[in-house]
C-alpha cells in the first residue's frame, strides 16, 4: 500500500466521535501529556501539559537539553502539537543535506521549524515567511537568539497581489489566504523569485512549504520554473493536492528534476544529481 492510500487512521480522523473528541480541552491535554512523556517523562509532562491547557492566553517557555534558548508556545493552541511533531517526531529530520545556505520556511507559524533549521545549520541564511501578525509575535521571540534567522510578514504566493485570510478566527496553526482588494488586504504577498533576490542567494537548498492550501497557486496557475532552483522540496499537500492530484504533483516536480523521496504528511522532493 502506498503512503497516499487511504489508511485506517484516515477513516478514523473522519469519524464524528474523533472529531467530537478532539474539541475537547480535556482531551487535547490527554494527547499532549502523552506525546509529551516521550520527551520528557511522565511527571515533567504532566505538569507541562496542565501548563498549556488550562491557563488561556498565557505563554509558556519549553526547554530542551539540545538548544541553548528555550522556545515559546501559547497555552490552549495548536502550539503543543506543532512543536511535539518538529522536535518530538522530528518529522523535518528525514534525508536532510549535510550542509545548507539558504532556507525558506514558508508557513512559518511561530517559528518551530526555523529553529529546528537554525539548530541544524547554523551557518545558513534562513528566511521564515508568515502571514499572521499573531503568529509571527511569537515567531520573533523563538528566533530572536538566532541572527541568522529572519522573518517576513507576508503570505507566499505566485505573483504580486493583496491578500487576506479567508477565515480569519481559524486557529493560528490553519489560516488559509485568498486574494483580495487592495482596501480589504492583511498582509502583502511574497514570490519565490522576490525572496531569492532580496536575500541574494541563486539557489535554495530546502525550502519547507506548509502554507496550508496556497501550493496549488504556486504549483499550477502560475511560472513554477523557481522549482529548477530549488535542491530539497518539504511540503505538506492540502485538499486535492493530497489526494486526487497527487500523481499530478509527482510529474510536475519530476519535470523540474525532484523525485519523491520521502511521502507522508510532509512529503520530501530531492533534486537528483
Not at 489566504?177 to 537548498?205: H, K, M, W, Y
Not at 489526494?243 to 520530501?268: M, P, S, Y
Request: charged fraction near 25%; hydrophobic fraction near 40%.
Amino acid at each position: 500500500m502506498s503512503d497516499h492510500q487511504i489508511s485506517r487512521m484516515d477513516i478514523l480522523r473522519n469519524m464524528p466521535l474523533y472529531r467530537w473528541v478532539r474539541k475537547k480541552t480535556w482531551a487535547q491535554e490527554l494527547r499532549d501529556a502523552w506525546r509529551l512523556a516521550q520527551m520528557f517523562g511522565p511527571w515533567k509532562a504532566l505538569k507541562l501539559s496542565r501548563e498549556l491547557w488550562h491557563n488561556p492566553g498565557h505563554f509558556v517557555e519549553v526547554r530542551l537539553p539540545h538548544l541553548d534558548h528555550p522556545i515559546i508556545l501559547r497555552t490552549c493552541s495548536s502550539d503543543s502539537r506543532v512543536f511535539y511533531e518538529i522536535f518530538g517526531e522530528k518529522v523535518y529530520d528525514f534525508a536532510l543535506p549535510e550542509k545548507a545556505s539558504f532556507i525558506i520556511d514558508a508557513g512559518a507559524n511561530i517559528g518551530l521549524a526555523s529553529v529546528f533549521f537554525a539548530h541544524q545549520y547554523p551557518n545558513a541564511k534562513i528566511i521564515a515567511v508568515e502571514p499572521s501578525d499573531k503568529n509571527l509575535s511569537v515567531l520573533r521571540q523563538n528566533i530572536a537568539h538566532y541572527p541568522h534567522v529572519s522573518s517576513i510578514e507576508a503570505g507566499l504566493w505566485h505573483r504580486k497581489e493583496p491578500l487576506r485570510f479567508l477565515h480569519p478566527n481559524a486557529d493560528f496553526w490553519g489560516l488559509r489566504v485568498e486574494v483580495c482588494q487592495p482596501e480589504e488586504a492583511n498582509f502583502p504577498s511574497v514570490t519565490l523569485p522576490e525572496l531569492l533576490e532580496r536575500s541574494g542567494q541563486t539557489r535554495i537548498d530546502i525550502l519547507k512549504m506548509d502554507i496550508e492550501g496556497s501550493e496549488q497557486q504556486l504549483l499550477f496557475e502560475g511560472d513554477a520554473s523557481w522549482l529548477e532552483q530549488v535542491d530539497l522540496l518539504i511540503i505538506e499537500l492540502h485538499g486535492d493536492l493530497a489526494k486526487w492530484r497527487f500523481d499530478e504533483v509527482k510529474k510536475l516536480l519530476a519535470q523540474h528534476g525532484l523525485r519523491l523521496i520521502h511521502g507522508r504528511e510532509n512529503c520530501f522532493f530531492r533534486r537528483e544529481k
